[in-house]
């Protein structure tokens, strides 16, 4: 990468204060572009091969207001890359028992490539369960089971799509993981022990924190990459930053707002994710690159030599 946009981030800094570290941005928003480039040409000669195109279903359960804004957002990402996309939508009343078979509906349907059920489902729904009707090889989101193993043994599959997209950025930005103290903050079972596992993966000394957590700040302090993954809007502070660290904030709290206070983290990073434009298109970037693979496998294409 050679991005060379910075932030100014020593505005509210003391008087006199010789600190003007200016943290790089991570661009999200260049990289997901960069990738989806990618997707559309897979896409297309997809479609050229087997006369279908890629085909998302994205499965929402309820009316709340920000999942409905996230999927249709990833719907209209699909249809620029070339990818259809079908949407259930179901009411909030809707059962465990009544969700399970509509996703077995689609896991078994040849038409569909992928499947993504929006999180979160109403609390009556056994949302595991319901993750778990989806069949493993259209399981683009990486939320199941087998998904989570293959994450945990470092084999291939699909991932989950934010810890994906961390992990992709990190690269587009030469972080070598090697050695470093990593921690996330946040334990979710596909955000935050994900993104753990995949940095482990990459030879990271890995710490997670959580809501239980002693003395956090402690633990942040000593953070080479942090990933915040908590969900409460600017958590974590710049005083908690480690001078030069990598910060990934994944965090989309309301009114597009991090888990991080960004302007005094950006005052101690290296490198940070801006929210909006970091770690959330990266995250879309990565379901649409994996609807794709799936498309390609179920077709018995090779994209590599397509
Ligand atoms: N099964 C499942 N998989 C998910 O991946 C998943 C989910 N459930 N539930 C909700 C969260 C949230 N999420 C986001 C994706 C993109 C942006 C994104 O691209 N945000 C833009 C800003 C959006 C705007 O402009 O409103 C940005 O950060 O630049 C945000 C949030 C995926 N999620």
Known sequence: ??????????????????????????????????????????AAKITERTGTAPCLATVLVGEDPASVTYVRMKQNRCAKAGITSRHVELPAS???????????????????????????????????????????????????MHSFAAMGFGLPGFVSCTPGGIMRLLAAYDVDLTGKHAVVVGRSAIL??????????????????????????????????????VGKAEFI???????????????????????????SAAARASLITPVPGGVGPMTIAVLLEQTVLAAAAQAGLDLAEL
């Open 94 to 144: 809707t059962t465990t028992q009544e969700l399970v078979a509509a996703i077995t509906a689609l896991s078994e349907d040849p038409e569909i490539s992928g499947i993504l059920l929006q999180h979160p489902v109403p609390h009556h729904i056994d949302e595991r369960a319901a993750f778990e009707a989806i069949a493993p090889g259209k399981d683009v989101d990486g939320v199941t």
């Open 237 to 263: 502070r710049g005083e908690d930053i480690k001078p030069g660290a990598v910060v990934l904030d994944a965090g989309y709290n309301e009114g597009n707002v991090g888990d991080v206070h960004f302007e």
């Open 1 to 42: 990468m050679t991005t060379a946009q910075t932030v100014s981030a020593t505005a509210g800094a003391p008087a006199g204060a010789t600190d003007t570290a200016t943290a790089r941005l991570m661009d999200g928003t260049a990289v997901a572009r960069r990738i989806s480039e990618q997707t559309a040409v897979h």
């Open 192 to 229: 935050g022990k994900p993104a753990g596992m995949l940095l482990l993966e990459q030879n990271a000394t890995v710490t997670y924190c959580h809501s239980r957590t002693r003395d956090l700040s402690s633990i942040v302090r000593q953070a080479d990459v942090l990933v915040a993954a």
